[in-house]
């Protein structure tokens, strides 16, 4: 058991599992760009250390860019907006995979790929480390998952609860 801030979280999945996974991943994604030139673009904060593990194991030439996303409210019923912070790369022609930690309801997700579609990317691709199928609200398509978890809450190895936990070397799931 680790305690963040004023909770208890309870050990989920270990390192040695998300390594094996995460080495199958990038095996995927070289074979499936064998030749070509994709642009990563990681999302921050969450997706640092995944990106970090998973990008060692692709050996594609490729560039890797970092984003942020900040949320502001619309007045219309689209609920939260994201906007794109940083992306210096140009975008238009180029192959995207956008490295995320966590796919939840899918609205972050589907709003990034919304605007890498409207700044022309030739293709965009999701590869995620974590899943909920049972939140998702939004269809998108994710082309790499590394494991499809439970509605559950859960910090470490990027994730954070309340700015604290990402530097766990696992994840840990909020026990019940
Ligand atoms: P979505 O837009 O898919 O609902 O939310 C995605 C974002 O919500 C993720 O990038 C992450 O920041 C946050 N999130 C969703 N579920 C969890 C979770 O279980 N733990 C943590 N730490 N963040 C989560």
């Known amino acids: 058991m680790v305690t963040v801030k004023d909770k208890v979280f309870a050990p989920f999945i270990e390192r040695e599992a998300l390594n094996q996974r995460i080495v199958d991943m990038g095996r995927d994604i070289s074979r499936d760009y064998k030749g070509r030139n994709p642009l990563f673009v990681v999302v921050l904060n969450g997706a640092f250390m995944f990106a970090s593990d998973l990008l060692k194991g692709v050996d594609v030439l490729c560039e890797i860019s ?13 609920g939260k907006v ?37 700044q022309e990317a030739a293709s ?53």
């Open 124 to 176: 965009v691709e999701v590869v995620t480390l974590l899943h909920k199928p049972e939140a998702q609200k939004i269809a998108i398509d994710l082309r790499y998952v590394g494991f499809e978890i439970q509605n559950r809450f859960v910090v470490g190895y990027g994730l954070d609860y309340d700015g604290l936990g990402r530097n766990l070397d696992a994840i840990y799931v909020l026990a019940e």
């Open 82 to 118: 994201k906007q794109i912070l940083g992306l210096a790369e140009a975008v238009q022609g180029r192959e995207v995979i956008v490295i995320e930690d966590i796919v939840d309801t899918g609205l972050t997700m589907s709003q990034l790929i919304s605007q890498l579609k409207a």
């Open 66 to 78: 970092f984003i942020k996303l900040a949320s502001y409210e619309q007045t219309q019923s689209t």
